[in-house]
């Protein structure tokens, strides 16, 4: 089992950045794939971005979020980070971690059916 805690969640201007982070424990040596969705209130739940734990060369981002958003790993303190800039109203939501130890090819998936481990989510606010 894995364990995921998210922070870094809360209001922020439009134009504003926020660095969310998750930490997890347990069974991590595991971990192939550690990633972020985010869900919106009346929306479906939606990959943002995911990077493979042990390299952290592959990353893969939603087309949204694209060259404003970035994944990093830290796997000596079994950290994931989302670095978001340039936030803006579409991006209010409950971001979750998440992580996966099945290994597959290609190495990500954006599908949240994939991933096994869920953290309880934290909340971004985007103010206009």
């Known amino acids: 089992q894995v364990q995921l805690v998210e922070s870094g969640g809360g209001l922020v201007q439009a134009g504003g950045s926020l660095r969310l982070s998750c930490a997890a424990s347990g069974r991590t040596f595991s971990t192939y794939t550690m990633g972020w969705f985010r869900q919106a209130p009346g929306k479906e739940r939606e990959f943002v971005a995911a990077?493979?734990?042990?390299?952290?060369?592959?990353?893969r981002y939603a087309d949204s979020v694209k060259d404003r958003f970035t994944i990093s790993r830290d796997s000596a303190k079994k950290m994931v980070y989302l670095q978001m800039n340039s936030l803006n109203y579409e991006d209010t939501a409950v971001y979750y971690c998440?992580?996966?130890?099945?290994?597959?090819?290609?190495?990500?998936?954006?599908?949240?059916?994939?991933?096994?481990?869920w953290g309880q989510g934290t909340q971004v606010t985007v103010s206009s």
């Open positions: 990077i493979n734990w042990w390299s952290g060369s592959i990353t």
């Open positions: 998440v992580a996966e130890s099945r290994p597959r090819a290609p190495p990500i998936a954006m599908s949240a059916d994939w991933y096994a481990y």
